[in-house]
């Protein structure tokens, strides 16, 4: 999960899921599952299924080139860091 920019909240929960092979899930399938388990301010807002996930050579996740295409492919505006 990953934090992307939000006008209202400043910023808003995102989730890229891989699911295993043969295993199809919805967003809202998510959500649902979630709202049992979790906090309801934690719940997912935007949802991306995925292939793959972009790693780094040593088999990290890198979560800011994931931040980054989400927030291109959601045509969200990002936040300027000093």
Same mark, same amino acid.
């Given at each position: 999960?990953?934090?992307?920019?939000?006008?209202r909240y400043g910023e808003e929960i995102?989730?890229?899921?891989?699911?295993?092979? !043969? *295993?199809?899930?919805?967003?809202?399938?998510?959500?649902?599952?979630?709202?049992?388990?979790i906090a309801h301010y934690k719940i997912p807002r935007y949802i991306e299924f995925v292939p793959e996930f972009p790693m780094t050579i040593t !088999? *990290?996740?890198?979560?800011?080139v994931i931040r980054e295409q989400t927030i291109e492919k959601l045509?969200?505006?990002?936040?300027?860091?000093?």
């Open positions: 999960m990953i934090g992307v920019p939000d006008p995102c989730a890229w899921i891989k699911l295993h092979d !043969g *295993k199809t899930a919805t967003a809202e399938e998510i959500r649902e599952f979630c709202k049992g388990e !088999g *990290k996740i890198q979560k800011f045509g969200l505006k990002a936040e300027k860091t000093a």
